[in-house]
């Protein structure tokens, strides 16, 4: 009797397991179409934009481009020929979908390479048409645009340091340079730039200066770096929109910064919903972030050096110089004037607010949101006119006579633009031919984007072919004629009646149904009618045997399927 019931016991708890580990490995239909919806709904987010159609037959155009590693992989001596190839959005999805792809953002004048000669015949372009077979797809050789300009980008090599870009380890900020020259010109041809890089340091250096503070093993207390800060840094990538062109993007980074508190900057990071994280602290002698909207990097302003007369001028910041040195000597000769005119400067330690504000000359007030405007603007006279434009130049007068003379050093600088920078380039009729081979210095350029595909609820927040399976399988049925929309919906539902019958014996048993007994029965499904009644029978034979001594009283009747 005892080894009846240890029997017992011992085969409830076997099938107890095999249930559990078939739960593990299984899924419900609303679990599946969960997951289902999820992916889909990551799908839509990634790929906002539709892929179908390559952007060749525009021409020349700003556009986001992509270099394939796996198509064109650079060789490892730089010397050595190389070939390099940019494909447009549309073509890095659909035609290279699966190869090891760069990400360089907006490059201007650009035709999309993808089906000419400077990418494999193994990777023909799948969206533009064939004009040998007429068909979509399989398009090879043809020539690419003269006129494409290209850089070390094209390589995974960026900035001034040639350093191979990798979104995973990268740390930091990089900044475009707006270009005014390509690499055969002598300037960059829209590089992407370290910021300390651009102020003379190695990355290395930076780095060092970047470094957890020692702890003083006399005291216990944190010994302060050269630059008096204490810097913890906890990092993740993302792509964010540069002054809120949603067409002007850069790699940037999450940060957080402690002060001398011994708080782990990594803590921070964690704890980030209760704290606005702070950017990571540019290099000495590169401005804020706030302070500029583009700017022209070194390489471009010696290949193009009449573009130096602008430097410290309005809509233009002080030139940074391309040696730390000199950033810092500047900074010293600088700093003592500024803080001796009349004791009044545009940035001052929290410390000195109680001073300064004793001993400066208080301005007007500023007015606060809450107070009323009307009393502001009925003093001014009906007569008034406010200005909205600026004044047209006058193209008899040059503005670089009125301009301080060049800076005297001769290290090569990089010039920081302000938004409003367009408004005090001169335009007369000699600076004017200056100007115009850089269309960018005219006007604000734009970004091609292809359209942004519609979803059925119409939000604008699907792409082309990423649209729910259920949907997708409707759209089909409306385009079907009648007929056939009538034989089909008559097949589906002599398939249903066929699978809730097979599936029936399943949910009465709380048995998980495995992929074997799918594959199983759909095998027999294409057989005879036999074979369903096989397949549904194989679940009540295998209850039967797993009832065998069973009092009903010990046994897992969990319902794995419920609802059919």
């Keep these: 009797m005892a080894d009846s019931q240890s029997s ?40 906002p934009y539709q892929f179908d159609t390559c952007t060749r037959d525009l021409g020349a155009i700003r556009q986001a481009l992509f270099s394939c590693l796996t198509c064109n992989p ?45 990418l494999p015949e193994t990777s023909p372009c799948t969206l533009r048409l064939n004009a040998a077979t007429g068909q979509k797809g399989d398009v ?63 990355r290395e250096e930076y780095k060092k200066s970047l470094e957890k503070p020692k702890i003083d093993d006399a005291d216990g207390t944190p010994r302060k770096v050269p630059n008096g800060i204490k810097k913890e840094v906890s ?32 803590d921070i990071a964690a704890d980030g919903a209760d704290e606005e994280e702070d950017d990571l602290p540019p290099p000495p002698g590169f401005p804020d972030e706030d302070d500029f909207d583009t700017f ?36 010293e000769a600088t700093v003592p004037d500024i803080e001796s005119n009349s004791g009044e400067s545009k940035k001052r330690k929290a410390d000195d607010d109680e001073d300064t504000l004793l001993s400066v ?41 009125s301009l301080p003379p060049l800076p005297a050093s001769a290290t090569p600088f990089s010039l920081f633009l302000k ?41 604008g927040a699907q792409s082309v072919g990423t649209g729910s399976l259920l949907d997708r399988g409707e759209a089909a049925f409306s385009n079907m004629d009648r007929v056939r929309a009538i034989e089909g919906a008559m097949v ?25 007994d799918i594959k199983a029965y759909f095998e027999k499904l294409r057989g005879d009618e036999q074979g369903i009644q096989d397949a549904a029978g194989g679940a009540k034979r295998s209850q039967a045997e797993d009832g065998k001594g069973d009092d009903g009283s010990g046994g897992d009747s969990r319902r794995e399927q419920s609802g059919y």
Excluded at 32 to 46: G, H
Excluded at 245 to 259: G, K, L, N, Q, W
Excluded at 497 to 515: D, I, M, R, T, W
């Design 296 to 331: 022209i990097c070194h390489k471009c302003v010696e290949a193009f050096p009449w573009v130096k007369r602008y430097a410290g001028t309005p809509g233009f910041l002080q030139p940074v110089y391309n040696d730390a040195k000199v950033n810092a000597e500047r900074k």
């Design 8 to 47: 017992h016991v011992s085969d409830v708890k076997q099938r107890s397991n095999s249930m559990s580990q078939a739960s593990e490995s299984s899924q419900t239909a609303a679990e599946f179409i969960r997951e289902q919806l999820s992916l889909e709904q990551e799908a839509r987010e990634a790929l």
């Design 419 to 459: 938004p409003d920078f367009r408004d005090y380039l001169c335009k007369c009729s000699k600076c004017f031919p200056l100007l115009k081979p850089h269309p960018q210095l005219l006007e604000e350029e734009e970004t091609y984007e292809p359209p942004v595909s519609e979803d059925g609820d119409g939000n």
């Design 74 to 118: 650079p060789p490892n001596d730089a010397s050595d020929p190389y070939t390099p190839a940019g494909v447009c959005y549309s073509c890095s999805i659909s035609c290279h979908g699966e190869h090891a792809l760069v990400e360089l953002f907006g490059k201007r004048n650009f035709v999309c390479d993808c089906g000419t000669t400077r």
């Design 235 to 266: 990092v993740t990538r993302e792509e964010t929109p540069v002054n809120e062109h949603a067409d002007e993007r850069r790699p940037s980074i999450v940060t957080a910064i402690a002060a001398t508190n011994g708080v782990d900057g990594n």
């Design 492 to 516: 589906y539902a002599k398939l249903k009646e066929k699978v809730k019958n097979f599936l029936q014996p399943f949910a009465e048993s709380g048995q998980a149904v495995g992929a074997e």
């Design 140 to 202: 090879t050789g043809e020539e690419p645009a003269a006129d494409n300009k290209y850089n070390q980008n094209f390589r995974n090599d960026f900035c001034g340091c040639k350093e191979e870009y990798d979104p995973h380890s990268e740390k930091g900020t990089m900044f475009q340079c707006l270009g005014l020259g390509s690499a055969e010109d002598g300037g960059c041809g829209e590089d992407w730039w370290h910021p300390e890089c651009l102020v003379g340091l190695t």
């Design 361 to 401: 000359p208080m301005g007007p007030p500023k007015r606060q949101k809450s107070e009323e405007p009307l009393g502001a603007l009925s003093s001014i006279p009906e007569t008034t006119t406010l200005p909205i434009t600026p004044k047209k130049q006058d193209s008899s007068i040059c503005k670089l006579d």
